[in-house]
């Protein structure tokens, strides 16, 4: 079997998110009580909310968070997202939630370090935020206070976030590209914004910040130490030699064009995640990378046509 480290394919870093609505171009009257939920399960288990709030290794509470999640800047601990009131999020109102994914700032005002994904989850729906919290505060609360993070210098200076933000962060909706289908659209909505796949298949800048110009061209530095894989359609590097039913395919089984299995978190992605997603979402998110710009990008000791 090929090393695990290559099976990241749309993993998630921190409070994930992920949608269930259609074509996310306007925002949908107010959901009910039951279809709030039930669309808040579908964005929480599609976006794997647990993987990164559940210290799974210990085999911690749901949502309690503890897990570690080593990057180039220091190892991070993903938070209580229980509600409970004391040491989870439980105290917290609809707009603070919707700040929290729309702005990356906590309700007491500091900024969220960027290993939360908020750069892209600042895209989402303010319905597809408000199911989700909906869904979470319908799990059961936790009492289990946090773990601080370890952050090295000088990044452990939250001050310096806030010129992070203003240089590398544009917060804001989702906006649609009335020139493409609305499959497309969803697509990019999907991995852009909930799935945010461009955190981890992205370089990064020294500073951190996702080096646009070569989006989803895969890392050497992605999560815990991994190797992202190169999802761009180019053929030598990428997954140029997939087709739409391949991915669509792997994002539902965790089989690889290759019929090698995925590995790593890609392999929780996939059981908590992606294979939960409907037929329909997976096949626009396979649109979305298909459609993409081929950038040939070697990540790691990967092979010749290695996805």
Do not use: Q
């Not at 929480?44 to 085999?59: L, P, S």
């Not at 609305?182 to 945010?196: D, M, Q, T």
């Amino acid at each position: 079997m090929r090393s695990a480290r290559a099976g990241i394919f749309c993993a998630g870093i921190v409070f994930v998110a992920f949608a269930a609505s259609p074509a996310p171009a306007v925002e949908p009257a107010p959901a009910s009580e039951n279809e709030a939920l039930e669309r808040g399960a579908y964005i929480f288990h599609a976006a794997g909310c647990k993987a990164c709030h559940t210290d799974t290794k210990k085999k911690g509470p749901l949502l309690a968070g503890g897990r570690a999640i080593k990057t180039p800047f220091g190892t991070f601990y993903g938070p209580n997202i229980t509600p409970d009131p004391l040491t989870g999020i439980g105290g917290w109102s609809d707009g603070d939630f919707i700040r929290a994914l729309r702005s990356g700032v906590s309700p007491d005002g500091d900024h969220y370090y960027p290993v939360f994904p908020y750069t892209s989850f600042t895209k989402m729906t303010e319905r597809d935020m408000l199911d989700l919290k909906a869904y979470i505060f319908s799990l059961p609360p936790v009492e289990k206070p946090n773990r601080p993070h370890e952050v090295n210098f000088p990044f452990r200076f939250r001050v310096l976030l806030g010129l992070w933000k203003a240089l590398h962060f544009t917060p804001g909706p989702f906006a649609p590209d009335r020139a493409k289908s609305a499959a497309l659209n969803r697509g990019a909505y999907l991995a852009e914004a909930l799935v945010h796949c461009g955190e981890c298949h992205t370089p990064r800048t020294m500073t951190g910040a996702i080096d646009g110009a070569k989006w989803m061209a895969g890392t050497d530095d992605g999560p815990d130490g991994e190797i992202v894989p190169n999802i761009t359609p180019d053929a030598a590097t990428g997954i140029g030699e997939w087709d739409s039913d391949d991915i669509e395919f792997m994002l539902e089984t965790g089989i690889r064009a290759d019929a090698d299995m995925v590995g790593s978190l890609m392999a929780e992605v996939v059981e908590n995640g992606t294979s939960r997603l409907t037929a329909a979402d997976r096949r626009a998110i396979a649109l979305y990378l298909k459609s993409l710009a081929p950038i040939h990008n070697r990540v790691g000791a990967e092979d010749e046509n290695t996805n």
